[in-house]
């Protein structure tokens, strides 16, 4: 199939599954939450790490059902899935108006949107669009995942603007009528896996299944290690910075609403991510390509160490945060499908998404503590540099894609 004939046939699927990352329990939460994390600390005295323990837990439970979901996925088909979890995402995240002031609640509903969100990710929205393109899958995972940019690039805005208007109590049952009243309409009418003849032949054998790895094939070898301790670091580093992004840049002495902006220009940066990289992994050996990109935040969080920095300077570094952060999830999403396979990449896939979600969870909360005891995000700073590096340093092992055809 060439590559023109798969986004002829593919776009619509492509289409709504943007939009349903868009709206999904990937992007939002972790934009809702820097807007709203300082007036929660003012009204309840919560401490920052506090505060961050509830997406922590959000992000954990969610990533620990990742391979569930993703398995869903391959038994089921994606549609199911990824439609009934976006609809619950959607009513959980609408609960957290009623936050109470007792932090056990607080958890218990983050704990529920954790528990239901994930089939709301890439996690299940991949799946079905590597299975329409082969040619340009690159771009097209940039494409699908230009959903959490351009969340990144309204939700934080539109978040700001509901807190200073109502309180940070409307802010959640606003932004979740984002899934309930866009998505699902959307992606009902469009959102499908391509049936076997519209598969590209390069995904199946002759008697027309799935060619790739299982999951136990996978785990055995070395190159499925190497990626999850890719994923660790360079998620540990990352989801911090993003959640604290607002705090970091007040910090140097800017207002809450110049910080959100960064908050813009850091979504700005994925969103170039997404597409510049996309296209690249069409192109070039995808290690070789992330690995410089995946380096640029060591930059980055030298800027934001330096004494005095100037606003242009701390968007510069939000961009190239933004633009590794990019990076990464196409890192995730391009490489489990080439060096996997499709036959079971729902649950490899998800066993890979989990080291993301959980250490961008934990991020947080180690970014709130040095925060809580230092006075400042210093210290983390320089530890992310050391992440940073060693995340992408990693993928230079990988090697050549396997030739699934000839397997």
């Known amino acids: 199939m060439a590559a023109g004939s798969e986004f002829s046939r593919g776009w619509k699927p492509l289409f709504a599954g943007l939009i349903g990352v868009t709206c999904g329990s990937s992007p939002l939460p972790f934009n809702v939450l820097p807007v709203v994390i300082g007036p929660i600390h003012a009204e309840f005295g919560w401490s920052f790490v506090a505060i961050s323990l509830g997406i922590t837990l959000y992000g954990i439970v969610g990533a620990l059902l990742a391979p569930v979901f993703g398995g869903l996925a391959d038994r089921h088909g994606v549609r199911l899935v990824a439609i009934s979890s976006l609809a619950a995402f959607g009513a959980s995240f609408a609960l957290l108006y009623f936050i109470p002031d007792w932090l056990p609640g607080f958890y218990g509903l983050w704990l529920l949107v954790g528990l239901v969100g994930i089939g709301s990710t890439p996690v299940t929205w991949s799946r079905a669009i590597n299975m329409w393109f082969y040619r340009r899958r690159g771009l097209a995972l940039g494409i699908l995942l230009l959903g959490t940019s351009i969340a990144g690039l309204i939700v934080p805005q539109l978040s700001n603007a509901i807190e200073s208007r109502y309180g940070w109590r409307f802010v959640f049952p606003v932004v979740a009528l984002l899934p309930l009243l866009?998505?699902?309409?959307?992606?009902?009418?469009?959102?499908?896996?391509?049936?076997v003849t519209e598969r590209p032949a390069q995904l199946t054998d002759a008697s027309g299944a799935l060619t790739g790895m299982t999951l136990g094939k996978a785990m055995h070898g070395y190159r499925f290690w190497v990626l999850f301790a890719s994923?660790?670091?360079?998620?540990?580093?990352y989801g911090g910075a993003h959640i604290h992004m607002v705090q970091i840049v007040m910090l140097k002495g800017f207002?809450?609403?110049?910080?959100?902006?960064?908050?813009?220009?850091?979504?700005?940066?994925?969103?170039s991510g997404r597409v510049i990289i996309g296209l690249l992994f069409d192109r070039f050996w995808a290690p070789g390509v992330a690995?410089?990109?995946?380096?640029?935040?060591?930059?980055?969080?030298?800027?934001?160490?330096?004494?005095?920095?100037?606003?242009?300077?701390?968007?510069?570094a939000g961009f190239m945060l933004g633009f590794a952060a990019g990076a990464e999830a196409d890192v995730i999403a391009y490489l489990a499908s080439r060096y996997f396979g499709m036959k079971q990449y729902g649950r490899i896939y998800g066993w890979l998404y989990m080291p993301f979600g959980i250490f961008s969870a934990l991020s947080p909360v180690l970014y709130g503590a040095i925060r809580d005891t230092t006075g400042s995000y210093d210290l983390m700073l320089k530890f992310a540099m050391l992440l940073f590096g060693l995340g992408a340093s990693l993928l230079l092992t990988l090697g050549r894609y396997p030739d699934w055809q000839k397997q």
Request: hydrophobic share 65%; no cysteine; net charge neutral.
């Open 182 to 195: 866009l998505a699902l309409p959307i992606t009902l009418a469009l959102f499908r896996e391509p049936g």
């Open 291 to 316: 690995f410089p990109v995946l380096a640029m935040p060591i930059i980055a969080a030298a800027i934001l160490l330096t004494t005095g920095t100037t606003l242009t300077m701390v968007m510069v």
């Open 231 to 237: 994923i660790s670091l360079v998620a540990l580093a």
């Open 255 to 271: 207002a809450q609403g110049t910080a959100v902006t960064v908050m813009s220009v850091v979504a700005l940066g994925i969103l």
